[in-house]
């Protein structure tokens, strides 16, 4: 199954696609993960990635449409994948076509989901996670911790740089402007499946998974 989700910063598709990989036996493509690494590894292109993530902008589309085209091709995407954070403008997502035809291949659901924006800026100012094994926790959501170590490794919780409240909000802007179009383009090429993100997330999964009759 080749599969797209779709939302603002914080409603919960890391979390939905890591239940996914799961269920289906296919890879989670995260571009903002893929980003993170590279600017951890200070690459080239984390180098040049770091002040647009920083400042809650997208990354130029030439770049993450290149990660994305190298990351499809391996072997381990030819059943199936879940792409999360990607495409997040309509440039990408034409881009995305295209690569995905020249290998006789197409997406077959895109699941949007949605929360109100009281929850997203709730969801983002509260989530730490292990800058070690990457485990994700939450202030107040489960697994939740304020401060301190991760469970499974004992690395350190750290907030992520761009879940600042400043930069949060900027987040929010930038995907209303460049990415919430890509409703109205999946809608029209009848592949939108929307889901409601508010509810645990056991609930939502069950219902992203009703959505495309898996
Ligand atoms: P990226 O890493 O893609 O971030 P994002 O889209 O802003 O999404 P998040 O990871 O913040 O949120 P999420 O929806 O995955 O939510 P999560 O499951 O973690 O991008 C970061 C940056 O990289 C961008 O700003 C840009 O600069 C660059 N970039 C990446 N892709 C790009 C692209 N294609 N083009 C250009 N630039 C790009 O959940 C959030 C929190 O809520 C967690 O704590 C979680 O535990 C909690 N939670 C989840 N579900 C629930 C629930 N049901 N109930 C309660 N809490 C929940
Ligand atoms: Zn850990």
Request: without cysteine; hydrophobic residues 30%; negative net charge.
């Given at each position: 199954m080749n599969l797209i989700l779709l939302g603002p910063?914080?409603?919960?598709k890391g979390t939905q696609a890591k239940l996914l990989i799961d269920r289906f036996g296919i890879p989670q493509i995260s571009t903002g993960d893929i980003l993170r690494a590279a600017v951890k590894e200070l690459t080239p292109m984390g180098a040049k990635a770091k002040g647009f993530m920083d400042s809650g902008a997208l990354v130029p589309d030439e770049v993450v449409i290149g990660i994305v085209e190298e990351r499809l091709a391996?072997?381990?995407c030819q059943k199936g994948f879940i792409l999360d954070g990607f495409p997040r403008t309509v440039p990408q997502a034409d881009a995305l076509g295209q690569v995905l035809s020249g290998m006789g291949k197409s997406i077959d659901h895109v699941v949007s989901l949605s929360v109100d924006k009281a929850e997203l800026l709730k969801r983002l100012t509260g989530r730490r996670a292990c800058a070690n094994c990457g485990a994700g926790y939450h202030v107040d959501f489960a697994p939740s911790k304020v401060a301190g170590v991760c469970d499974a490794c004992s690395g350190q919780l750290v907030q992520r740089e761009d879940d600042k409240e400043e930069t949060i909000l900027n987040r929010l802007a930038v995907y209303e402007a460049q990415t919430a179009p890509l409703i109205a383009y999946y809608q029209a090429a009848g592949l939108l499946r929307s889901v409601d993100g508010l509810g645990t997330v056991e609930g939502v999964q069950a219902d992203i998974l009703a959505a495309v009759q898996a």
């Open positions: 910063p914080g409603v919960g391996q072997a381990d």
